[in-house]
Nanobody, 126 residues
Framework: QVQLAETGGASVQAGGSLKLACVVS????????LAWFRQGPGKEREGVAV?????????GSFVKGRFIISQENADAKTTVNLQLNNLTPEDTGIYSC??????????????????WGQGTQVTVSS
């Protein structure tokens, strides 16, 4: 079973940056998708970014080049990072990482993901 733990959430001013990290354990290297989702106040959960097992990356349309997803493997541990730049108040929400072994359909549909972290809060003030 995959376990995911997020860190890095904070309160920042508009225009600022944050780096979120998700440590993944119990992880199968061969087949997986690792993604970040977010849920703002009163909004549905939406996909931010996903990294595929072949290194391909897909971003939500609202990202517009501001965020970067990356993956590190060290000491038998996998970390999925999400660099958030040029933040706006609309980026406020709980950011969660998620994993799935297989996927059929849109890669940023949260319904496809089977394992989730507890989330980390990002608050952007104007």
């Amino acid at each position: 079973q995959v376990q995911l733990a997020e860190t890095g959430g904070a309160s920042v001013q508009a225009g600022g940056s944050l780096k979120l990290a998700c440590v993944v354990s119990g992880y199968n290297w061969n087949w997986r998708y690792l993604a970040w989702f977010r849920q703002g106040p009163g909004k549905e959960r939406e996909g931010v970014a996903v990294i595929w097992n072949n290194g391909q990356k897909t971003y939500g349309s609202f990202v517009k080049g501001r965020f970067i997803i990356s993956q590190e493997n060290a000491d038998a541990k996998t970390t999925v990072n999400l660099q958030l730049n040029n933040l706006t108040p609309e980026d406020t929400g709980i950011y969660s990482c998620a994993a799935t072994q297989t996927l059929s359909g849109w890669v940023l549909d949260p319904r496809h993901y089977t394992d989730w972290g507890q989330g980390t809060q990002v608050t952007v003030s104007s």
